[in-house]
């Protein structure tokens, strides 16, 4: 049956052998998509959801139970006071232009303490010129950046004692750099030395692949808000679109008010049928990001195993859904991701180039075969065309067919390789 995907023997074997070994890993896999589920299922009972919840609104989208619904959910599982959980969020990135467009005003000042954000919100914060960022009202923005990938302590106190800073910023995946990505004990620690300093500082979170990695969210361990993306962990491959942003009641009310109108906020909104496809979404997460750890172990171990650097290492403790693979070489990026591209669901037949993507500073390759346009809980891999060539790869709505593309990624890898 393999060679039906064009997969070579020399290929099923090695990847037959790795997977042998991991199996004490998965098990552990395993158990955190049980916790989750139970999580999950624990909030569905608890706010008795039942079909009338799927209905849905048009128009203003006033009195959506459904909506309302999910949004008591996705609170009790992140441990929040409020969500805001809205098709109206166009990207990940959205939810977080309307978190800081929210909470900062002009004179405020914004501290990005792990380095700088990702590459969409360049534009945003006005790090690169943009007629509608936050710098062009007057906001300021500051950035101190990871130590070898810890906290820089001092330099966060020191900055904290200075001078007043409104909002301190934490990207917890790596995005397009080398970073490690940042655990929910660093969080926790962190936020402790942070709050010695100054209680007041609104402590956001961008949350995106690590949602039901650890079995805390930051919410649980002091962070006052947190982003996260629909179309990547908590839409579970089903959810067609959106975003959340969990946190202080006080402060998701500010974000409802910037997204949708002063003085009408959550209270609107039109859920526009897709209701059933996000409770339906969030049920399955936590067996999306089970499939996708799986699939990212596997991919570390096979990588490693023919001598590429990979981080995570496979037995490394994960915080995201990402894994990296460092080529070294543009052309073993392209193939690979290439390889991705042929053992997916959707466009099997497409083979993708590098191009200049809106928001992103170099051209970027990007692998993704998804029923969900740029859906990243699926089976995906991309990377900048940038020296050392590294491949984000993430996803996997089941771990055979995560097994599946990556066997022919490596095929196509070791082809071009020759
Ligand atoms: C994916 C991601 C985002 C948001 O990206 P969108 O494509 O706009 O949803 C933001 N931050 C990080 C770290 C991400 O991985």
Redesign the pocket.
């Known amino acids: 049956m393999y060679n039906q995907l064009g997969i070579s023997n020399n290929t099923i074997e090695l990847i037959k052998k790795s997977e042998e070994e991991l199996k004490n890993k998965f098990k552990e896999i395993d158990e955190l998509c049980e916790y989750n589920s139970l999580k999950v299922l624990s909030a569905f009972n608890k706010y008795e959801v039942s079909e009338n919840h799927f209905s849905s609104t048009t128009g203003y989208g006033y009195n959506d139970i459904g909506r309302e619904t999910i949004e008591h959910i996705f609170s009790y599982v992140l441990g929040a006071e409020d969500s805001l959980v809205r098709n109206q969020f166009i990207?990940?990135?959205?939810?977080?232009t309307v978190a800081l467009f929210a909470l900062l005003r002009p004179n405020d000042t914004m501290l990005s303490i792990t380095g700088k954000?990702?590459d969409?919100?360049d534009e945003v914060i006005g790090i690169t010129e943009n007629n509608s960022s936050l710098k062009s009202y007057e906001i300021n923005y500051e950035q101190i950046d990871l130590i070898n990938d810890e906290f820089d302590y001092e330099k966060i106190k020191e900055t904290l004692k200075s001078k007043k800073i409104k909002l301190i910023e934490i990207?917890?995946?790596?995005?397009y750099s080398t970073r490690k990505s940042i655990s929910i004990e660093k969080i926790k620690n962190v936020i402790e030395v942070i709050r010695s300093v100054d209680k007041d500082v609104i402590i956001m979170i961008?949350n995106?692949?690590c949602e039901f990695v650890s079995k805390e969210s930051p919410l649980e361990v002091g962070a006052d808000i947190i982003v996260g993306?629909l179309?990547?962990n908590l839409g579970g491959g089903i959810a067609p679109n959106g975003?959340y942003i969990s946190g202080r009641r006080d402060l998701i009310e500010l974000c409802s008010e910037r997204l949708t109108v002063p003085g009408e906020g959550k209270e609107v909104g039109p859920s526009l049928g897709v209701n059933k496809s996000l409770l339906q979404g969030l049920f399955m997460a936590p067996n999306a990001v089970a499939s996708s750890l799986k699939t990212a172990i596997l991919t570390s171990k096979v990588l490693e195993d023919l001598g590429y650097k990979v981080e995570p290492k496979w037995n490394d403790q994960r915080v995201?859904i990402?894994q990296n693979i460092e080529f070294n070489d543009k052309d073993k990026l392209i193939s690979y991701c290439q390889g991705i591209q042929m053992a997916s669901p959707i466009d099997s037949f497409v083979v993708p180039i590098p191009w200049d993507m809106p928001?992103y500073q170099d051209q970027v390759i990007m692998a993704a075969g998804t029923f969900t346009q740029?859906s990243?809980i699926e089976l995906s891999c991309d990377g900048p065309i940038r020296p050392p060539y590294i491949a984000y790869q993430q996803g996997g709505l089941t771990y055979e067919y995560g097994k599946l593309g990556v066997m022919k990624a490596v095929d196509r890898l070791i082809r071009t390789s020759l």
């Open positions: 990207s990940g990135t959205h939810a977080l954000p990702y969409t919100l990207q917890r995946s790596k995005g961008d995106c692949y993306s179309i990547k975003a995201d990402v928001g740029g990243s």
